[in-house]
T-cell receptor, first 116, second 110 residues
Framework: DTAVSQTPKYLVTQMGNDKSIKCEQNLGHDTMYWYKQDSKKFLKIMFSYNNKELIINETVPNRFSPKSPDKAHLNLHINSLELGDSAVYFC???????????????FGPGTRLTVL | QKEVEQNSGPLSVPEGAIASLNCTYSDRGSQSFFWYRQYSGKSPELIMFIYSNGDKEDGRFTAQLNKASQYVSLLIRDSQPSDSATYLCAVNMGGQNFVFGPGTRLSVLP
């Protein structure tokens, strides 16, 4: 299936641990994103990568580090997890402008992170 | 601070009625505007996008954009219970920097 996929779907961990969330898209898109959706459902952009290069880095603690090994993957590593990191994290991708000028984003299913 | 604002709702409409969802944005230079629908526990999915002033219709959905007033809206005609969801307004404020509003929860009552 063509899609944006994320693993794991659920992640429960203790404060202070380090964890990673993986994202892959097989849509041939150039741009990938990480969003955080908190308990109030506010969806906020964290990072954006275009062709493996970081283009947007919003005000996010440096405990969060994105890594893009190739343009189909964008992983999110979180160090020293805190209670406030509990949220749903969505990966998304969008096609290159030459192919689709609409800027439409396609979202993955989300990863629900719970920090105890 | 670049912002997108929406009424959080819930907005309740009877089945078959028109639901009207509104959104305002702060960055006058924004060029592209989107409406996403998000069911509880699911990921956002695109409903409509609009770039030019005026109306854009797609089936039961109509997006309206007024750049002078920095206002974008979504009308849902003949609302169905399956339209009950949270509707997110998103604005590309340049350089693929998408800013989402807090969402409006719509409830369509049978």
């Amino acid at each position: 299936d063509t899609a944006v996929s994320q693993t794991p779907k659920y992640l429960v961990t203790q404060m202070g641990n380090d964890k990673s969330i993986k994202c892959e898209q097989n849509l041939g898109h150039d741009t990938m994103y990480w969003y955080k959706q908190d308990s109030k459902k506010f969806l906020k952009i964290m990072f954006s990568y275009n062709n493996k290069e970081l283009i947007i880095n919003e005000t996010v603690p440096n405990r969060f580090s994105p890594k893009s090994p190739d343009k189909a993957h964008l992983n999110l590593h979180i160090n020293s997890l805190e209670l406030g990191d509990s949220a749903v994290y969505f990966c998304a991708s969008s096609p290159p402008r030459w192919r689709d000028s609409t800027d439409t984003q396609y979202f993955g299913p989300g990863t629900r992170l719970t920090v105890l | 601070q670049k912002e997108v604002e929406q009424n959080s709702g819930p907005l309740s409409v009877p089945e078959g009625a028109i639901a009207s969802l509104n959104c305002t944005y702060s960055d006058r230079g924004s060029q592209s505007f989107f409406w996403y629908r998000q069911y509880s526990g699911k990921s956002p999915e695109l409903i409509m996008f609009i770039y030019s002033n005026g109306d854009k219709e797609d089936g039961r959905f109509t997006a309206q954009l007024n750049k002078a007033s920095q206002y974008v809206s979504l009308l849902i005609r003949d609302s169905q219970p399956s339209d009950s969801a949270t509707y997110l307004c998103a604005v590309n404020m340049g350089g693929q920097n998408f800013v989402f509003g807090p969402g409006t929860r719509l409830s369509v009552l049978p």
